[in-house]
């Protein structure tokens, strides 16, 4: 299985200098396995323009596209996904369910005047919408499992696994305001049925200790509590994501430091990871091969 990360930053994008190592735009994961054919997408920050604009002019089969929630960060880049405009491409748009309106409904408050200049009604690709089931789905040859997770509004993590690797992707989440290290049963820690054993786990690790209380509630990890989540559901491997917009590059390395002191108490320290914009990992049950890719971020 390879992931390609087009977007790994949080809340709004952050162009700059200071955030050239580890990219300025919002999240987006590409999930690339033995079928070339169809592509996985996790989330469509503004990452997605420049995966979009990767793709040959006749595109993939079939798109999938897995939403983990409707908040401005994981959908702007929606409008600017190329296929999206493609008469021929075939995509299809997964998000969690809503007790009020369609997913369909959702997206097109977002894909329509006064937000964006032409309506959803005049996209003209295939384009199919999918409330996340409760229930596991087989889609682009992989096994997905869904969970909703503790963020606000409807927000699902996603358990990605082929004959390879097994990946879990929670870039929003607080699962400390529900208990994590111990103070639980492990079956009642948010997110817990993505996370437990996965080969790499992608995970919000957006605040800093002395930043965490004044944002309590808002939906996010300090760092110490992401490195307990992931001990606590016995991850192979961890990988920072969903980085602050305010966090320059340096603070980023500072805050993976600060994450090491415990981690490397029972890890390597190579199995914690900054997620960088441009790189592309191979995950295997044995290995973890790192390599880049060109995007648009420097």
């Not at 914009?277 to 973890?288: C, P, Q, R, W």
């Amino acid at each position: 299985m390879k992931l390609r990360l087009w977007g790994t930053r949080g809340s709004i994008p952050a162009p700059g200098p200071e955030t050239v190592r580890y990219g300025g735009n919002t999240s987006c994961v590409e999930v690339v396995g033995d079928d070339r054919r169809h592509r996985m997408i996790l989330d469509a920050g503004t990452g997605i323009r420049h995966l979009g604009n990767s793709f040959s002019v006749e595109g993939p089969e079939r798109i999938d596209i897995l939403l983990t929630h409707l908040h401005s960060d994981h959908i702007m880049g929606m409008g600017f996904f190329a296929p999206l405009w493609n008469p021929n491409q075939e995509i299809h748009l997964w998000g969690p369910a809503s007790a009020t309106k369609t997913l369909a409904e959702r997206i097109a408050r977002y894909l329509s005047p006064p937000f964006f200049p032409v309506p959803m009604s005049e996209i003209p690709s295939r384009l199919s919408f999918h409330d996340t089931p409760e229930e596991p789905f087989e889609v682009c040859g992989f096994s997905v499992t869904p969970a909703r997770v503790l963020h606000q509004g409807p927000t699902v993590g996603y358990r990605v696994s082929d004959d390879h690797a097994t990946i879990g992707y929670i870039p929003d989440h607080e699962p400390g305001l529900a208990g994590i290290d111990g103070v639980v049963q492990p079956s009642w820690i948010s997110g817990y049925t993505i996370a437990n054993g996965v080969d790499l786990l992608l995970h919000d690790a957006q605040y800093t200790e002395g930043e965490y209380p004044l944002r309590r509630g808002w939906g996010h990890s300090s760092i110490e509590q992401v490195i307990a989540y992931a001990l606590a559901c016995d991850v192979r491997r961890l990988m920072m994501f969903h980085h602050d917009p305010s966090h320059s590059d340096a603070e980023l390395e500072a805050l993976r430091d600060v994450g090491l002191r415990r981690w490397t108490q029972t890890r390597a320290a190579e199995d914690l990871l900054l997620a960088a914009e441009g790189v592309e990992l191979t995950v295997g049950a044995d290995e973890l091969g790192l390599g880049s890719f060109r995007t648009g971020t420097a």
